[in-house]
């Protein structure tokens, strides 16, 4: 199963990138989407994931009220909007399906990711 993340780039702190994510259609609609991103040198760090019917959210604390999550069932994609981005947001972004149910915040929740997409907010 491959999940195809895009959208990354540079921008200054303050500026805004929306990442998308295409799953195949039998996986989008019965897993719950999650990004998350990997600095350099440090481990992967959840940021934000919505269920298989878009009913529920969870953001990270570090993006909460920055980023938002969403998931559009007709493109079968999932995106993260990221807005007042900060340096320390710098990362490659990876997005993953999960077929937990619940809240699922770490890597292993999760069976399926993308190759990533890197993102670089200059200050």
């Known amino acids: 199963v491959q999940l195809q993340a895009s959208g990354g780039g540079v921008v200054q702190a303050g500026g805004s990138l929306r990442l998308s994510c295409a799953a195949p259609?039998?996986?989008?609609?019965?897993?719950?989407m999650g990004w998350f991103r990997q600095a350099p040198g440090k481990e992967r760090e959840f940021v934000a994931s919505?269920?298989?019917?878009?009913?529920?959210?969870y953001h990270a604390d570090s993006v909460k009220g920055r980023f938002t999550i969403s998931r559009d069932s007709a493109k079968n994609a999932v995106y993260l909007q990221e807005n007042s981005l900060k340096p320390e947001d710098t990362a490659v972004y990876y997005c993953?399906?999960?077929?937990?149910?619940?809240?699922?915040?770490?890597?292993?929740?999760?069976?399926?990711w993308g190759q990533g997409t890197e993102v670089t907010v200059s200050s």
């Open positions: 259609a039998r996986v989008f609609s019965t897993h719950t």
């Open positions: 919505i269920s298989w019917n878009g009913a529920n959210t």
């Open positions: 993953a399906a999960s077929r937990f149910t619940g809240l699922a915040t770490k890597p292993y929740d999760y069976d399926y």
